[in-house]
């Protein structure tokens, strides 16, 4: 007997009892699914984090203040990062400051995050301007009050993205003042700052009203929050990306020799490549666990082929005795059950499959992270529904083809 004639028997038996195959493929649907889905919305969510991450430059090194154990000696001022700009390893250099206030339009009230640093910011960050432009060193050096906010945060005060030219009330610590919008920036390359710190923040202010962000220059937010032009954190830039993690370590030792505080842990720097492949890491680990769990009902769905296909066995005893008798050999009644166990669990791979990418593009969609369907996935998911209908199919087909034919024909 053929391999044609094999499936086509094999279809014909899963035909005839279609609602007892639908349901021993259950298994093996909800297995390849739950697989392929959860693989794919992994990635996609993996893509999207390291993206936001890479879009902030993956080329840039952090260097923040330990506040547990800082003195006010310890913190960065404008001269240190004059000091870190002289040297022959780094590109550009800036401070990041963070604070709250509260924020009103022409139409809106909230609470606004504001965050300051020089003009080199825009380039360390990657911030891309939708609408106008970033502060440039004139507005740095005056202290203007200018600002730039990020399209959400135009949409949640204005209800339109481009409001360049409209004003801005920004309170805090009692003083109010008036700032002009300047640009409007996409909101995944301006809202990349610390995220530690922006989420201490947004913590503490959850309970004051609609949340936007926007930055201003260095200058204007010292005057504007009264505070003395120290900083907590700064961004940095290598000339060279081959040599970031030195530029980094150049960058504190001069922190270290300006401020005397080198036998204390004052400053740690964080290199944000490295960061991007301990997020990517997880992410796999995370998403390999997770879609080993969900393989476990594939085994499950193995075990239910192999009690169906005992089953058959069982039913068809009487063929299988008429078959051998003709002459048929133990080898193609074997091969005869172990087709119909592997198409049983291929077809149920085939539904996993669809219902897999499609549970996927649904998921995507409503957590808004990009989709990311691999062959390799569906490859592995799809051979694996296959491995396990071998697998489990063996027994019941040996089974069958060791039957003896005067044994198999006197059953009725």
Do not use: W
Request: charged share 15%; glycine share 8%.
């Amino acid at each position: 007997m053929n391999i044609v004639e094999n499936i086509r028997i094999a279809i014909f038996s899963i035909r005839t009892n279609l609602t007892r195959s639908l349901l021993t493929m259950l298994g093996i649907i909800i297995g390849v699914a739950s697989v392929i889905a959860i693989v794919t919305v992994g990635n996609g969510g993996r893509d999207y984090i390291v993206g936001m991450i890479e879009s902030m430059g993956s080329n840039m090194v952090s260097i923040t203040v330990a506040t547990d154990v800082a003195t006010p000696n310890d913190y960065i001022t404008d001269d240190d990062i004059e000091a870190i700009k002289r040297l022959d390893s780094i590109g550009v250099v800036s401070p990041m400051a963070f604070n709250m206030a509260l924020c009103e339009s022409s139409s809106e009230n909230g609470t606004a995050m504001v965050m300051a640093g020089t003009v080199d910011l825009q380039h360390i960050m990657g911030a891309k301007m939708l609408y106008g432009r970033f502060y440039n060193q004139s507005d740095f050096e005056a202290a203007r009050n200018v600002v730039c906010i990020d399209n959400l945060s135009a949409y949640t005060l204005f209800g339109y993205e481009n409001c360049v030219g409209e004003k801005i009330s920004l309170t805090a610590n009692g003083k109010t003042v008036s700032f002009k919008i300047i640009g409007v920036g996409d909101n995944t390359s301006m809202m990349n700052a610390d995220a530690e710190s922006m989420a201490q923040m947004m913590e503490s202010s959850s309970a004051m009203g609609t949340m936007v962000t926007m930055m201003i220059p260095a200058t204007t937010y010292s005057e504007f929050f009264g505070q003395s032009a120290k900083y907590q954190m700064i961004y940095l830039t290598a000339k060279d990306d081959r040599f970031l993690d030195s530029a980094g370590a150049s960058a504190a030792n001069v922190l270290k020799a300006r401020h005397g505080n080198a036998e204390r842990e004052v400053y740690t720097v964080t290199n944000m490549a490295t960061f991007i492949e301990l997020i990517d890491t997880v992410i796999n680990v995370f998403t390999a666990f997770i879609a080993a769990v969900g393989a476990i009902s594939l085994v499950v769905g193995g075990i239910g082929v192999m009690n169906i296909m005992l089953v058959s066995v069982t039913e068809r005893t009487r063929e299988i005795g008429i078959r051998k008798a003709l002459g048929a050999k133990t080898s193609t009644i074997m091969f005869q059950f172990l087709t119909e166990s592997v198409i049983l669990c291929c077809i149920g791979g085939f539904i996993g499959l669809i219902l897999g990418v499609g549970g996927a593009l649904l998921a995507a969609a409503y957590v808004n992270v990009p989709v990311n369907v691999q062959f390799s996935t569906i490859l592995l998911a799809v051979g694996f529904s296959s491995s396990i209908g071998i697998f489990f199919g063996i027994y019941p087909a040996r089974r069958a083809a060791k039957m003896l034919p005067i044994e198999a024909l006197r059953r009725d």
